[in-house]
Antibody
Framework: QLQLQESGPGLVEPSETLVLTCTVS??????????WGWIRQPPGKGLEWIGS???????YYNPSLKSRVTIYVDTSKNQFSLNLSSVTAADTAVFYC???????????????????????WGQGTTVTVS | QSALTQPASVSGSPGQSITISCTGT?????????VSWYQQHAGKAPKLLIY???NRPSGVSNRFSGSKSGNTASLAISGLQAEDEADYYC????????????FGGGTKLTVL
């Protein structure tokens, strides 16, 4: 059974870099039929997509966070990680990792992306910036 | 990249049917059939209910159904049950030339 588990510090100081890791068990992160993503939820607020990565390391970021976000994959450990730099109190949130089934049709640049939602989620990890 | 617009709250009595709307633009909901819906109970991770506008993952009750017209997608829940009380979020692609996703602001469903 596929499971995702987030890990990382619960408390980060302002201006520092937040680093979170998602460990995937029950399936290989190297499958070319999936993306892997990070989503956050500030206290009492809605969900925000942070970014995603595929097995080859191609990354896709929320334009509003792009300047501060790096997502990378470690296939040897079946993990992918999130770096969020220059954090402020506004980055305090529950962070989730998730699987996104999908892929690419055609050959880029004349390609189109598709996905089938975020079908498996981690339990979430709370990060406080203070 | 503005969030999709959902009503803040909806309510219904057990056994009734309700609909939650999700309004975007011609650049997201109106352009792609990659609309998903998620259910989130308090303190829990979201759960995928609907993908590609109308499709239900295996194991999701057929009381949940999705549709789309123009720039607005909708989630319908029939035969309301107490356990349906939760927050519901829609999401959509914003571009097919890359992978970019936006969420709605969420709707709190109260079962009276």
């Amino acid at each position: 059974q596929l499971q995702l588990q987030e890990s990382g510090p619960g408390l980060v100081e302002p201006s520092e870099t937040l680093v979170l890791t998602c460990t995937v068990s029950g399936a290989s992160i190297s499958s070319n039929n999936y993306y892997w993503g990070w989503i956050r939820q500030p206290p009492g607020k809605g969900l925000e997509w942070i970014g995603s990565i595929d097995f080859s390391g191609s990354t896709y970021y929320n334009p509003s966070l792009k300047s501060r976000v790096t997502i990378y994959v470690d296939t040897s450990k079946n993990q992918f990680s999130l770096n969020l730099s220059s954090v402020t109190a506004a980055d305090t949130a529950v962070f989730y990792c998730a699987r996104l089934p999908g892929g690419i049709n055609g050959v880029c640049p004349l390609c189109s992306y598709y996905y089938y939602g975020m079908d498996v989620w981690g339990q979430g990890t709370t990060v406080t910036v203070s | 990249q503005s969030a999709l617009t959902q009503p803040a709250s909806v309510s219904g009595s057990p056994g009734q049917s309700i609909t939650i709307s999700c309004t975007g633009t011609s650049s997201d909901v109106g352009s792609y059939n990659y609309v998903s819906w998620y259910q989130q109970h308090a303190g829990k991770a979201p759960k995928l209910l609907i993908y590609d506008v109308t499709n239900r993952p295996s194991g999701v009750s057929n009381r949940f159904s999705g549709s789309k017209s123009g720039n607005t997608a909708s989630l319908a829940i029939s035969g309301l049950q107490a356990e349906d009380e939760a927050d519901y979020y829609c999401s959509s692609f914003t571009s097919s030339s890359t992978l970019e996703v936006i969420f709605g602001g969420g709707t709190k469903l109260t079962v009276l």
